[in-house]
């Protein structure tokens, strides 16, 4: 249960709540503001929670402040804030990695497969729509697949407040990356643009979280 709800949680709701307002009404510097205010407010929160500061999880803070500037302008930055993408997906199998020494590699398997067996047929179904990003998505849904095994190996080997907030908000997040595929390249619907944000800002307060629980227990 997450215990720990002062101001700039609430800040950091309020913000998002607000950001969800300017989605898709030609604002985009309005949108990328409160956007990027609501990240600042879940950063002052871990600074301010935490005992020991997690670097891996600090830069994946600078990089969702950036990724999200560069995505709101997706016409023209839409490859740069991929990147950023696959670079915190990186940085989230780094911080997840424990699970390797915990666990047998063959049992390890198990937990892997099949995320990477749901990616597969994922990738498939939207390959052909997918154009120029094509290597790209193929990038970020492999490290998505394994650090929701690594995650869920993780909750599995000690099921404690940190591994549970940390596997239901990765599965948060890679939920809402195929919502974003299938609503960008299948069919646009302004009510996924809306669920899929609204799904990230619960996955980084998710997060952010079991990052006080790690250094904080």
């Known amino acids: 249960m997450i215990k720990k709800i002062n101001f700039y949680s609430i800040a950091y709701f309020v913000a998002c709540l607000v950001s969800l ?6 604002a985009s510097i309005t949108e990328m503001i409160v956007k990027i205010s609501a ?17 891996f999880y600090l830069f994946v803070l600078m990089n969702s402040i950036a990724s999200d500037t560069f995505l709101i302008f997706d016409d023209d930055f839409l490859m740069l804030g ?3 993408l696959l670079a915190n997906r ?10 390797l020494s915990d666990i047998n ?16 047929i994922i990738y498939e179904l939207l390959k052909p729509y997918l154009q120029q990003i094509s290597l790209s998505f193929l990038l970020i849904g492999i490290s998505s ?6 995650s869920f ?3 599995m080997n000690n099921m404690n407040e940190k591994n549970k907030l940390f596997f239901f908000g990765m599965l948060l997040i890679v939920t809402a990356d195929v919502l974003i595929a299938i609503n960008k390249f299948l069919d646009y619907h302004l009510a996924y643009v809306i669920i899929y ?18 250094t904080n227990r």
Do not use: H, W
């Open 153 to 155: 190996m993780n909750y």
């Open 145 to 150: 697949a394994i650090v929701i095994g690594l």
């Open 105 to 120: 590699p063959k049992n390890s398997l198990s937990y892997l497969l099949p995320s990477l067996l749901l990616f597969v």
């Open 90 to 99: 990186i940085l989230y199998i780094i911080i997840s990695r424990r699970a």
């Open 21 to 26: 307002f300017f989605i898709d009404v030609n």
């Open 39 to 55: 990240l600042i407010f879940l950063s002052f929160l871990y600074l301010s929670s935490t005992k020991t500061i997690n670097y």
């Open 82 to 84: 991929t990147i950023l």
């Open 197 to 214: 944000t609204s799904m990230y800002y619960v996955a980084r307060y998710f997060i952010c979280q079991s990052m006080i629980e790690e």
